[in-house]
C-alpha cells in the first residue's frame, strides 16, 4: 500500500465518527499533488446538498484530530468540499445509490470506435458495469478498462 493511501484510509478512519455525528456522508477522501502543493480532500454530503457551513464545522472538528494525531509527514492544505454534480462513481455505495440513473462512461482505450458511452446504470459487479441504451439494448464493461463513470450532467 502506498504511502498516499495509507493517509487516504487513516483519515477516512479519523474522519467517519464526525461526519456521521453532523448525519453527512463521507464521500471520498484524496490525498493528491497538485502545482506542487499537497493536498488532503474530504468529500461529504447529504440529501439536499452540502453548504460552506458544513464543510466548516467538518474542518473545525477534524483539525485538531489533525494536529493531534500528525501522521502526515509532507506540509499539506486540509479542505472540505462537497463532490459535486459530476462525482465519479467509485465505492460500492456510489453504484448501489445510482443504479437506475444515467451514467456517462468513459474509457481507456476505444470500444468500437468510441471511448464515451452514456446509458442507464443496470447491473454492476466488482469486475463489470453494465449499461442499457434507449433502445433496450445493454452493454457490459470491464471496470478495468472504464477510466471514469459518473451521473450524467444533463443541462
Same mark, same amino acid.
Given at each position: ?15 467517519? %465518527? !464526525?461526519?456521521?455525528?453532523?448525519? &453527512?456522508?463521507?464521500?471520498? =477522501?484524496?490525498?493528491? /499533488? ?27 472538528? &477534524? ?7 500528525? +501522521? ?15 462525482? %465519479?462513481? @467509485?465505492?460500492? @455505495? ?8 444515467? =451514467? ?6 476505444? =470500444?468500437?470506435?468510441? /471511448?464515451?458511452? =452514456? ?13 442499457? +441504451? ?14 471514469? !463513470?459518473?451521473?450524467?450532467?444533463? &443541462?
Amino acid at each position: 500500500m502506498s504511502r498516499r493511501e495509507q493517509y487516504e484510509q487513516k483519515t477516512e478512519a479519523l474522519l467517519e %465518527p !464526525i461526519i456521521e455525528d453532523l448525519g &453527512f456522508e463521507l464521500v471520498d =477522501v484524496e490525498y493528491i /499533488k497538485e502545482g506542487g502543493t499537497w493536498y488532503l480532500r474530504a468529500y461529504i454530503d447529504k440529501p439536499g446538498g452540502i453548504t460552506v457551513d458544513d464543510c466548516e464545522a467538518v474542518s473545525r472538528r &477534524f483539525s485538531d484530530i489533525l494536529d493531534e494525531k500528525d +501522521y502526515i509527514e509532507d506540509s499539506y492544505v486540509f479542505e472540505v468540499s462537497s463532490p459535486g454534480l459530476g462525482r %465519479p462513481l @467509485k465505492k460500492e @455505495k456510489d453504484f448501489k445509490r445510482s443504479l437506475g440513473e444515467e =451514467v456517462e462512461i468513459r474509457t481507456y482505450r476505444a =470500444v468500437e470506435r468510441q /471511448k464515451e458511452f =452514456v446509458g442507464i446504470l443496470k447491473a454492476y459487479d466488482e469486475d463489470t458495469v453494465t449499461i442499457a +441504451y434507449e433502445d433496450d439494448t445493454e452493454q457490459t464493461f470491464e471496470r478495468a478498462d472504464i477510466a471514469l !463513470i459518473r451521473l450524467a450532467l444533463d &443541462f
